[in-house]
């Protein structure tokens, strides 16, 4: 016989309400509910279809599908994103890092790779949220200089807490201040995923993305403004030879390279595309 709060009817409960709600995925986003509830991984909670939920476990299970149903984003209610095989802590007021801005690091960690391991590398994360580009790739690279910047008090509490929970505090400096303006010269290696959504498309965004910080987002009029205030920055603060990366909107390449060629001349770059086979990242090499 099965029990009305067992795993097995509160699975299904949960899912037909995200359902009905609109949200895709139904079936995976119950389970992390009661994953989170129960504190199980995945495989566990598979064993445990005829176990009963106590009332505190409903209590929390009603409370984040209630959250959920309200489009909450399920990082926001759980406190925490996977990015680069890392955790990082997130909250509300704070961006959720998402998985094609792991691009950035891999071409990074492949361009350090490339350069005289003699050369201590100055690398900047301007914009970051969370913490979580910075991170990733200081915890590949542990020779290099490594700063992070961002203008938000919330991501940079978030960024500062991120940075102790995988022990890096004394290798990445987060310093306040708009794109690189707290930092000196000489920086090889230039790696942003800035706001860069047109004002226009945000109120079109699914309505999870709404419930982020509007600053992460809005790169004004052409999605540009942000942007072109980092290269304008950057072409005095770059050394030569240096790379900078940047996460963009796939419509946005041409004008990004046009914008390249008249700010940061002379210059060579090319395009990553993400997994979708979308326009993502701008590869800029500094000559
Ligand atoms: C799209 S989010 C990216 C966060 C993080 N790099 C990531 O990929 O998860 C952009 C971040 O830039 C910050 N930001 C916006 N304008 C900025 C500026 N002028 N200087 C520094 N950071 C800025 C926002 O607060 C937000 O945290």
């Known amino acids: 016989m099965s029990v009305a709060h067992s795993v097995r009817n509160i699975l299904r409960k949960i899912s037909t309400e995200l359902i009905n709600c609109g949200i895709e995925e139904s079936r995976l986003e119950s389970e992390l509910i009661l994953m989170e509830c129960l504190e199980v991984s995945r495989s566990k909670l598979y064993t445990m279809q005829e176990y009963e939920l106590s009332e505190s476990h409903m209590s929390s299970a009603n409370e984040y599908l209630h959250r959920r149903l309200h489009r909450e984003p399920w990082p926001y209610i759980s406190g925490h994103k996977e990015f680069y095989g890392l955790d990082i802590m997130?909250?509300?007021?704070?961006?959720?890092?998402?998985?094609?801005?792991?691009?950035?690091?891999?071409?990074?960690?492949?361009?350090?790779?490339?350069?005289?391991?003699?050369?201590?590398?100055?690398?900047?994360?301007?914009?970051?949220?969370?913490?979580?580009?910075?991170?990733?790739?200081?915890?590949?690279?542990?020779s290099a200089q490594i700063y992070a910047t961002e203008i938000s008090d919330s991501a940079l509490k978030m960024a500062k807490r991120n940075l102790y929970s995988h022990g890096l505090e004394g290798r990445i400096e987060i310093?306040?201040?708009?794109?690189?303006?707290?930092?000196?010269?000489?920086?090889?290696?230039?790696?942003?995923?800035?706001?860069?959504?047109?004002?226009?498309?945000?109120?079109?965004?699914?309505?999870?993305?709404?419930?982020?910080?509007?600053?992460?987002?809005?790169?004004?009029?052409?999605?540009?403004?942000?942007?072109?205030?980092?290269?304008?920055?950057?072409?005095?603060?770059?050394?030569?030879?240096?790379?900078?990366?940047?996460?963009?909107?796939?419509e946005q390449s041409t004008a990004l390279k046009t914008l390249a060629d008249q700010l940061l001349s002379p210059c060579e770059s090319y395009i990553i595309n993400d997994l979708y086979g979308d326009d993502r990242l701008l590869v800029l090499k500094l000559l």
């Open 175 to 250: 310093l306040k201040g708009s794109l690189l303006e707290p930092i000196e010269s000489d920086i090889d290696i230039l790696v942003s995923n800035p706001p860069y959504i047109p004002s226009q498309d945000i109120e079109n965004l699914q309505p999870e993305v709404l419930h982020e910080p509007l600053a992460a987002l809005d790169g004004g009029t052409d999605g540009l403004e942000i942007i072109n205030e980092l290269m304008v920055q950057a072409s005095n603060k770059m050394s030569r030879p240096g790379t900078i990366l940047i996460e963009f909107y796939p």
């Open 90 to 142: 997130v909250e509300s007021g704070v961006f959720i890092p998402r998985p094609e801005t792991e691009l950035i690091v891999d071409t990074c960690l492949n361009i350090i790779k490339s350069m005289s391991p003699n050369h201590q590398i100055k690398i900047v994360d301007a914009c970051t949220g969370s913490g979580a580009v910075a991170i990733a790739i200081g915890k590949q690279v542990s």
